[in-house]
Each structure stands twice: as structure tokens, then as C-alpha cells.
């Protein structure tokens, strides 16, 4: 039992890792919805989706990590979530596939729909699509309206099917957050990446305004999260009851994930203030890294600590826990051989990364090219 209690510790790791890597890759979708305010050509706007267009896939490669390594080791949540909350999925879904779409045919001769329509797909992508993944993320905090029986067969007990989760403030809060996160993320990343002095210099207000906006929904979640009563299960009976401030006994109780946790913090800060005030192009590392440590940490403390990590709000010992909802000791066992693969995704994302970031991408750069997007 020990050991099976490992694995799945160990793979709760690995999801809330990559989950946090794909967080900060959204500064793709949060560039998407500043096309128009940091832009004011096309010549400039061809800038900054072309910058983008280089790190889409990057985006896409770490959201299927994370959607791939969390349903394969817990499965009972990808039944649970998919086959009951699929109406905010299939938007989701929707949303990212017309990203898709808009990279591929922006630029396409003949296209009788114009860039303007493609910008417009990638503007829904970054508000929408960015907004419903942080809504149902937050519902790992706040809950769903599902019911799983003794074998494992679950059904949702609302005909709205997930779209209720729109309806709770700290839902909306959390999808908020993560959008002008992105826009936070974006700022930086152009700042580093693009040497256009025209969009350059429109770069502080919008991070100042987007960070302030960010800063207020943060503290918002932050605060819920810490003081909300949680969900906590026995670990020999299963037994799921409430607890006040559930979580910050866990970060109590592990004092490294809270020093984590704050460092991570401090870490984002920083960086908006150097871009800010010492005009640091390096800026989006430290952001970079602050949101992945604090993400990481997030979702972490949702799967440890005898933590339930996908409430029921109808039948409370429905609820999903990692030692519930998990695959077999034989087939965590062989996906965690499998996930000694993952350093090479990350290696090859590095290397990409470097490779198209040798230098900074200019207007008659992105003109030259007869193939950009």
C-alpha cells in the first residue's frame, strides 16, 4: 500500500509540474488577446503573432502533457469531469482548435475571410478558452455536482453539465486571474523577444495596468484558498469530512511548500519590477519561474496531506482523492518508466526555445519570410 501511495504521491507531482509549465507557456494566449493594443499596423501586428506563432505548439506539446499524464494516472477524474462537466470541455476544446485554425489560415492567399477575422479567433482563444481552463481548474477547489457509485460509475446531477461552475465567484475570479496572468506573461515575453521600439515602448503601461489586475484576483484566490473549509479524507476508511482552513494546514504542516510558495511570489514580483524599472529584458525568466513554482505548489497541496482534490458538492464521499481515483500499482508502475521520457520533452521544448530566440525577431525579419503565419 506504501508503495502505491508513492506512486501516486509521485505522479500528483509530475501533473501539478507540468500543469504549472503549461500556466506560464499561456503567455501565447495572453499575447493573443494584446494584438491590438501593443499593435497599431499590420506590419506590427504581424510582429507579434509571429512571435507567438513560433511558441504555439510549445503551448499545445505542454497542455497535452498535462491533460495526458493526469487522465492516464487518474482515470476516475477523466471519467468524472469529461463525462459529466463536458459542455465547459467541449468549449474549451472548441476554443483551441480555432487557434489552430487561425495560425494556419492567417496568412493563406485568397483568404476570403481576412486576417481580421483569424485575429478575432485568436483574441476568443486567449479571453475564453484561457477563462474556462482557469474556471475548471478552479473547480478542483470548489467542487462539482457529480456522484460515483461503488463501481465506479459516476453521473453528473445537474443538466447544465459543468456550466454551473460559471456561477461561483471564486470560479470566476480564478479564470480571470489566470487571463491577465497571461497578459502579465505576454508583456515580458515581447519585451524579451521582440526589437521594435514602437511596440516596446507601449509594453509598461500594459503591464502595469494587466499586473494590477492580476494582482487583485490573485489575492482573492490566494485568500479563498487558504481560509476556505476543505475536504480531507481518511486514509484507512475513505471517509471524507470538512475541515476549516484545510489548506493552510497542509503548507502549515510542510513548511517548504510554503517557503516554495512565497519564493515563487517574490519571484513574480520581481520580475515585473525590473521590466518595469530597470528595463531588464530577462524579465519573463523570473516570472517565469515564479509562476511555475507557484502553480506547482497549488495544485500540489490538493493531492497530499489526506487532501481531496475534486470535491463532490452532492455526495461528499464521492469525492475524488489521489488514492481513489488512480490507476492500478502495475500501471502506475509501468507509466512511471514512461515518464523518465518527460526530461526529453522539456530538453527538446529548451532547445526549440533557444534555437528560435537566438535573436530578436524584427518587422523585415517577418516580411522576408514568404512562410510566416
Known sequence: MFELLTLQQYWWLLVSVIGAMFVFMTFVQGGQTLLYTLAKTEDERNVLVNSLGRKWELTFTS??????????????????????????WMAILFC????????????????????????????????LGLFLIGVALATLYSGGNFVVDDMHLSHWSTKSYGLEALLHPFNLAFGAM?????????????????????????IKSVLTTNFILFLIFFLYVAINILFQTGYVYDPITYKV??????????????????LLLLGGVVSLVYGVFIALFKNNKKAIWFSGIGTIVVVTVLLFILGIHNSVYYPSLVDMQSSLTIQNSSGSLYTLSVMSVVSLLVPVVLGYIVYIWRSMDATQITIDEVNSDSHHY
Open 178 to 202: 489566470l487571463v491577465f496572468l497571461a497578459r502579465v506573461q505576454a508583456a515580458l515575453y515581447f519585451f524579451n523577444n521582440i526589437a521594435q521600439t514602437n511596440i516596446i515602448s507601449r
Open 63 to 88: 497542455l497535452v502533457m498535462f491533460g495526458g499524464a493526469l487522465f492516464a494516472a487518474f482515470p476516475l477524474f477523466y471519467a468524472v469531469s469529461f463525462g459529466g462537466a463536458y459542455y465547459v
Open 96 to 127: 483551441f482548435i480555432i487557434q489552430a485554425v487561425a495560425y494556419e489560415y492567417r496568412k493563406k492567399p485568397d483568404n476570403v475571410y481576412g486576417e481580421k477575422f483569424y485575429e478575432t479567433l485568436l483574441y476568443i482563444n486567449g479571453t
Open 241 to 258: 469530512r470538512l475541515e476549516d482552513m484545510k489548506f493552510l494546514h497542509t503548507l502549515l504542516a510542510h513548511p517548504s511548500l510554503l
